[in-house]
């Protein structure tokens, strides 16, 4: 096998076997493969990508390149969380302790801060004495103790990923979205959990900055850990404006704290919360995400996720004084406010912007060997869609130094707008991926539920909604109409596709279906009947994407093609005339 046959193959557009990704992987990082020539499949991979297969048998070289953890000595389900990355995000240190406090084990590896976004490991390094070097035999112990455990990730987790990161960051390959894929999920699969929850943000101060893209990034995500035997879920999250109030790393600590007594910021509480019932979902501590919530949310009224975190900090050698006084976390010097220069309602807040500046004030790092000043930082007092007066305080920065503190208020002054009309609140929770959903149009399924509610079922009781989107973008609804002779009863996806066509404009002429959805109350989702089937099929490419759901929350994802493979069409209506005629 030689490594010049692989760069021609994939730059030809063609998919890579297993057995030739090993060789790729074992020989680039044994030195075998120079990086001369791992640049050049790198490449050819950006500009042609990978199939599915490709990918996760890829990504799995990736996690088998080193150190795998073995967890079967902690019992249940383990599951892991991973943040592609933003500013404020300090979910980790919330979720923890809320599941540990369910009764759901957590074990964790997180990273440091580069650039604009936070680590973990540097947040909860700013509580006095907090150890993150455990070894994975203390990690294990301690789970098995209290609950939870958080280490910095080793240099022996997915090796080959860093050297091939490193390689990507310097040959313009970094944005190609099965790399991005790979290099996460490798390190997940490597870091031994049952089951994953992945939080793609989307926006501003995130890496992907259209939902699009987040959801092409959280789809290959998904179907890489389904395929490697890890029930894996997205939860794809807003990244316009910073999470919460608190940008930096005592700072952050000291907001987490507020959420685990609930007194916390509401998006911020909202996404925590949002994640951490998909987990406990998985780990099967809960049977549907609502429930999941009320349990959550119950140790946070009664106290026990804050006492939680008390155990989790004394255990790694911290101050766990700090969870009822968090005025011995770090304190910067300088706290310098910016108010508003007008009456009006703030519009933008940049994510990007807030945590670059929050970087230079030494909150991050622009390079790997940068100092970290712990209590640096800014807190926002105003976020998107809020009012504001003249005089009112916005943000204040918490510094080292007056300089700083100035340069980094004047450099925010230039990007926040406040305008003179009220502003609507940013949506945050921005959609949700699991195995076999593919993207799931939340519009739309919601326009079937509203269709199924005016169903007319006096017989049978069971209402069924449907709604498609048309290629220009309008929802038609439909629901099921029963009738006392029961072959005079309509489908609900037949009504809908029947009124699509009268809507249409012009007769004969077929709408031209982007997607369907139906929606039916029932233990699981319900497909159509052979008849709605049929219909589809005359009025839809076979790839059409087709969304079933109850409501109850679950979701099959399917195509017209799939529903019906060997549809009646015109071939066999030619057939049967021309038998007719006895031709």
Known sequence: MRTVDLIDKKRRGLALSDEELAFLVTGYLAGEIPDYQMSAWLMAVA???M???????????????????????????????????????????????????IGVPMIKMS???????????????????FRTDLSIPEMVAQVQRIGVALAGQ????APADKRIYALRDVTATVESLPLIASSVMSKKLASGADAIVLDVKVGDGAFMKTLADAKRLARAMVEI???????TVAVLSSMEQPLGQAIGNALEIAE?????????????????LALASEMAVL?????????????????????????????????????AAVVDDPARLPHAPVQRAWTAPCDGFVKELPALAFGSAAMRLGAGRAKKDDIIHPAVGIVLHKKIGDAVGAGEAVFTVHAVDQPSAQACIDELAQVIQIVEKPVDPLPLLLGRIQAGTGDVDEDLLAAAQAARNTAYVPYSGFAVGAALRLADGRIIQGANIENASYGLTNCAERTAMFTALVANGEAGERPRIAEIAVVADAPEPVSPCGACRQVLAEF????????????QGDVLRTTVGSLLPGAFGAKQMVYTRMKEADV
């Open 47 to 49: 500009l042609h990508g």
């Open 51 to 101: 199939s599915d297969t490709e990918l996760s048998a890829f990504t799995a070289c990736l996690a088998q390149s080193g150190e795998t953890l073995d967890l079967s000595l902690i019992p249940g389900i383990k599951v892991d969380k991973h943040s592609t990355g933003g500013v404020g995000d300090k979910t980790t240190i919330v979720i923890a302790p809320l599941l540990a406090a």
């Open 111 to 129: 990273g440091r801060g580069l650039g604009h976004t936070g680590g973990t490991i540097d947040k909860l390094e700013s509580i006095p004495g």
């Open 154 to 157: 080793t240099a022996e987790l």
């Open 225 to 231: 850990g389904n395929r490697a035997g890890r029930r």
């Open 256 to 272: 987490a704290i507020r959420v685990l007594q609930g007194e916390g910021p509401q998006d911020l509480t909202a996404v925590c």
């Open 283 to 319: 780990a099967g501590a809960a049977d549907h995400v609502k429930q999941a919530q009320e349990m959550l949310q119950a140790v946070i009224v009664d106290g026990r996720a804050l006492a939680k975190l008390r155990s989790w900090i004394a255990a790694q050698g911290g101050d």
């Open 540 to 551: 839809c490419p076979p790839e059409t994407p087709v969304v079933l759901a109850n409501l």
